[in-house]
């Protein structure tokens, strides 16, 4: 992402009806992202198709039809003022139109459904959030609104440079941005391995030794961002502990970082941000990559 610049938003349809939440949501995200052009993408797996329907002109009516759904169903909700392309592709995986969609488009962010009471695994976004060249917003369709909080998850790995870049982005990038709380997160959490072997003071003093020297790796690398709030995970996996702080503490969208895959079989490995999809949330996810 190139700071201070307009960007491409990427749109991942479904046609299900999670692709009316999405569009309700293109009018709350221009309020706080510079948005220079939408790109909407419907995907159909060609070897799904029955045979009599992969010829050149079936496919072309395919899409047209598909092209003209969409397009329907955004005017329909809400038109961007952004300029809009729908664009309807035939891959056999999903994840090949998107990589393609991203790297031809040179696209910023990839706008995907996290769906929670609609029907849907969740299973391509935890692959396109590994895969993608481009940072991903997950938005369930109980999305709350504007967001006026959002919670920076801090680990002090590589990434974390990541999410600073985009909190500043985000802070000046809009008129309405000045009415946005960002709040740096930091989880502080123990291995289970030692709960046994410690007391509870000696276990309650390494936590408050970690967290004097991550405030103060804090302050020291970020002195201008807002002081590092730290909260503690107990028995509780980071995932959990985050989406329990978001939601006792009104928080709209969480902003964190994700590891990219080069692999099929990283694609699998656990991760934070992979559980965070799995659970239940009214919370947006903005992962971001190092690069």
Known sequence: MTVNNDIKVLAGFDLSDMDPALVRYLEVLEQWLP??????????????LPEEMRSASMLTTIAQRIRKKITETIR????????????VTF???SEIAFTQACQQQKTDLV???????????????QKLIRMLPAAVLLVPETFRGFPHRIAMAIDFSRYTPAIVQWQQFIARSKPGSEDITFTPVYVSKMSYH??????DHE?????????????KKWRTLYAAQSPLHIIHAHEKNIASTLLSYARHNNIH??????KGASSLTNLFMGSVANE?????????LLLVKHK
């Open 253 to 258: 969208i969480i902003l964190m970082g994700v």
């Open 111 to 125: 706008l995907l459904g996290n769906k929670q009471q609609l029907e849907g695994s969740g299973g391509l976004s």
């Open 35 to 48: 948005v220079q052009q939408f790109i909407f993408l419907h995907n159909i797996k060609i070897n799904e």
């Open 76 to 87: 329909a909700i809400y038109t961007p003022r952004a300029s809009f392309d729908v664009r």
């Open 276 to 284: 965070m999809v799995q659970r239940e949330t009214d919370v947006c």
């Open 203 to 215: 276990l309650e003093a390494s936590l408050k030794k970690d967290e004097a020297e991550k405030s």
């Open 91 to 93: 891959e056999p995986f």
């Open 194 to 199: 030692f709960f046994p072997i410690l007391s």
